[in-house]
């Protein structure tokens, strides 16, 4: 399978939107599709969140892999990020033995911190620190 990796852009508006609401992956992701916040606080530049999502069909082909080594590669070399973070389901074994795999470390468990089909699941809370 060939694809690209690249920012997103204004023409990706509606995909990402339609990827956020699809069946297999909004079960999955741990915001709502229309939920974007960016972090301002000036005391942690030093650190981002991230969050990736892959369309159900082009799941288990390896892109979830490219995408955080791209993202990963931005955070280090580009945006200097010490420390780079997330939260992923608890019961998404697949998805957090991805992030173990680029050194993400589970740093706590929020119980019940979110609704995942009708119940109340727990979010694990993950970190990356590059070594200087």
């Known amino acids: 399978m060939n694809y690209t990796i690249r920012p997103a852009g204004p023409e ?9 609401r699809m069946p ?7 915001s709502l599709p229309s939920d974007l916040t960016v972090e301002s606080n000036l005391r942690r530049r030093h650190s981002g969140g991230l969050g990736i999502m892959v369309r159900t069909d082009c ?4 892109i979830g892999t490219a995408l955080l080594e791209a993202v990963l590669d931005l955070a280090d070399n580009w945006l200097m990020l010490r420390r780079v973070e997330l939260e992923v389901y608890a019961d ?10 680029f050194g993400f470390e589970t740093e706590g468990r929020k119980r019940e911190a979110s609704v995942k089909n009708g119940a109340y699941v727990d979010l694990l809370v993950m970190a990356r620190l590059r070594t200087p």
Do not use: P
């Open 92 to 101: 998404n074994q697949r998805a957090v033995r991805l992030y173990e795999k």
């Open 12 to 20: 990706d508006t509606a995909g990402i939107t339609a990827l956020r």
């Open 24 to 30: 297999g992956v909004f079960e999955q992701a741990a």
């Open 59 to 62: 799941q288990g082909q390896g």
